[in-house]
């Protein structure tokens, strides 16, 4: 199923959540909303399920205008942060919930629920917690226990609020892994919302970056960290190192130190700021008349292949953090205190309105 969401508003008093919002999110593919808390993405997914009313705007499935249609109509399925489980209920029980409560027009025999709720606990991988509670499960097999019961009564849509936020690092890795197999096995429209970068990077086909209610960016993941539309997107997709200065004619000029601006060669002396990641500056000792921004290295970091580097600038402006490889670190053989160059192999400027 396809959802189309057209000119959504949405105000909680003097609150803006949602300001003109309108999406796409193609049939059969995984989309993330993501963006700081109190950005609006969990207001969107409230309005997709019926489970909220917007102020003014269209909620389309396939096509179909839906915002007069109850929760029930929608045929969708949410899956909640906390998991939202019937405590009193074995996990058997509470995947069957959603079929025994189907009128009886629509309900499945006896036998066939039996049948389905352990296809879908085979599905989830979980079979053998059929008779458990869910206090006497983990975090991670509830979450898992809540997304059989969502999908039990043939969701065209699934909606996930914040899935694995309540979880642990280790087991919220697995849990994306999982998902995004799952996914690709049920290919069922799903949208998620996450305040996670790395999650939405590594799960979603699509991600829709949201701040203050508004749509920052559209576009795969590689296209969003790749190419990020905004300033805004530049800092929240990952660390970032920010050098302040001036635009003329397609040059930032930064701390004493020119850099190529080229997507601005129309610029006359305007305020600018290039972004660089972490991972885009090369590092060597300092020699006298070497090009690039002289540092002095406060600290260092090892982790696995990559070394962390702290760097402080000769101009006491903001602090540089670099990522080089193990290998070439210790090729270099760096020490605390050194007199280090680095230069940006990768550098995007964002002048005047955009800063």
Request: include cysteine; charged fraction near 25%; charge should be negative.
């Amino acid at each position: 199923m396809g959802i189309e969401v057209r000119n959504i508003n949405k105000n909680f008093g003097d609150f803006v959540a949602l300001d003109n919002v309108s999406l796409n999110f193609p049939a059969g593919e995984l989309t993330a909303l993501l963006g700081p808390s109190g950005c609006g993405k969990t207001t969107l997914l409230r309005i997709i399920a019926g489970l909220e009313c917007p102020d003014s705007g269209q909620v389309l499935l396939d096509g179909k205008d839906a915002s007069a249609r109850h929760v029930r109509e929608r045929q969708v399925g949410f899956v909640f942060q906390h998991y939202a489980l019937f405590k009193h209920m074995s996990v058997f029980e509470n995947i069957a919930f959603g079929l025994r409560v189907k009128p009886r027009s629509e309900r499945l025999s006896e036998t066939r629920i039996r049948e389905k709720v352990k296809q879908l606990l085979e599905l989830v991988q979980l079979d053998w917690l059929a008779d458990r509670y869910p206090p006497q499960l983990s975090g991670g097999q509830r979450q898992r226990i809540a997304l059989a019961r969502a999908l039990a009564v043939e969701p065209r849509v699934l909606l996930l609020d914040e899935p694995f936020g309540a979880l642990d690092a280790k087991v919220r890795k697995e849990l994306r892994r999982w998902l995004r197999r799952l996914h690709d096995e049920l290919h069922v429209t799903s949208i998620f919302v996450t305040h996670d970068q790395e999650e939405a990077l590594e799960v979603a086909d699509q991600i829709v970056l949201m701040n203050k209610g508004k749509v920052e960016q559209i576009g795969s993941p590689g296209d969003v960290y790749n190419h990020p539309a905004s300033p805004f997107v530049y800092g929240f997709l990952g660390n970032v190192n920010l050098f302040h200065g001036r635009v003329h004619e397609g040059v930032l000029e930064a701390g004493g130190v020119a850099f190529d601006a080229p997507d601005h060669a129309q610029a006359q002396d305007a305020r600018g700021i290039g972004y660089v990641r972490p991972h885009d500056l090369e590092i060597d000792r300092y020699a006298p008349g070497a090009e690039g921004i002289v540092v002095q290295l406060m600290r260092t970091h090892t982790i696995g292949p990559l070394a962390q580097l702290e760097l402080e600038r000769d101009d006491n402006a903001e602090l540089i953090e670099a990522v080089i490889s193990n290998e070439r670190f210790m090729q270099l053989k760096l020490k605390e205190g050194e007199t280090l160059v680095v230069r940006p192999k990768r550098l995007h400027v964002f002048v005047d309105e955009a800063v």
